[in-house]
């Protein structure tokens, strides 16, 4: 069974639920001894989830329920023992994890480039995306595309320095769309790019929407073939527990690197690791 938990907005809401659910894991874990909670951000959660639904189904007694956070809040979270499993698409965790945590790397999360249904371009080159982060690029055309001034949607903090780390610094000068409000950065970058013609976004791969199309580099898509040496926009999957992991965490885990479990990361398009 899986139990999602959204972000509710009032703060005294959010207690509320959180000492509810804590309740009923205490509860739980007395009597199946597999009641786990996984806290992570929106670029972590769902392939959490969907490795939980398939391991559910083959184990009846294993249960979990998500918590999504923002950015490494699950973490730390998970390190310091406060939830039993903690993820987060993050590079160079393993050597940087909290005090008290265990990283386990089970895939890597490929981050693509995503534009408008509507706009003719469906390639950029390594230096084309160069001009286009640095402002030197502003404008579709000069990349082959329509008449349509570039907006760049940035709202995943870990995705986007993960490409500017690798390309070239973001341009303070660069036109930037951004929501009136808080949002959740993965739906509302789809949401986002599908409104605006000119939008250009970075998205995990596996989570982008039928609304929009996404683009090559240089020709090329990330999968199993052109990892890491043709297309190199990665981060780590890391799944984050307080020590290394034993009993039914140690299992959860253990699925991931099963055929079954493969399939699920190859599903969503991430990359599978030994």
């Not at 809040?73 to 939830?83: C, D, E, L, P, R």
């Not at 780390?165 to 409000?181: E, M």
């Amino acid at each position: 069974m899986i139990i999602h938990k959204k972000p509710v907005i009032k703060r005294m809401m959010q207690l509320l639920s959180s000492a509810i659910a804590l309740v009923c894991i205490s509860a739980g874990s007395a009597i199946a001894g597999n009641m786990l909670t996984l806290a992570g951000d929106p670029c972590s959660v769902p392939l959490a989830q969907k490795l939980a639904e398939a391991y559910s189904n083959k184990n009846k007694a294993f249960k979990i329920e998500l918590q999504t956070f923002g950015c490494t809040q699950g973490v730390y979270k998970a390190s310091s023992g406060k939830v039993d499993i903690g993820v987060s698409t993050q590079n160079g965790l393993s050597s940087n994890t909290p005090k008290g945590g265990y990283n386990t790397v089970i895939a890597k999360s490929p981050i693509i480039l995503i534009a408008h249904q509507s706009n003719p371009v469906d390639n950029l080159s390594y230096e084309q995306l160069q001009g286009i982060m640095s402002g030197d690029i502003r404008n579709w055309k000069e990349v082959g595309g329509k008449d349509m001034e570039i907006g760049n949607v940035m709202l995943q903090p870990c995705v986007r320095n993960t490409m500017t780390k690798q390309v070239v610094p973001v341009s303070k000068d660069i036109v930037r769309l951004k929501p009136g409000k808080k949002v959740n950065p993965v739906t509302h970058t789809n949401v986002m790019v599908a409104s605006n013609k000119g939008a250009i976004g970075q998205q995990i791969y596996g989570y982008e929407s039928e609304d929009v199309k996404v683009l090559t580099i240089d020709g090329v898509l990330p999968d199993e073939n052109t990892f890491p040496t043709q297309y190199g926009f990665y981060q780590d999957y890391n799944i984050i527990t307080h020590g290394e992991p034993t009993g039914a965490i140690k299992d959860y885990i253990n699925f991931a690197y099963t055929d079954e479990g493969k399939s699920i990361i190859k599903a969503m398009h991430h990359i599978p690791v030994n």
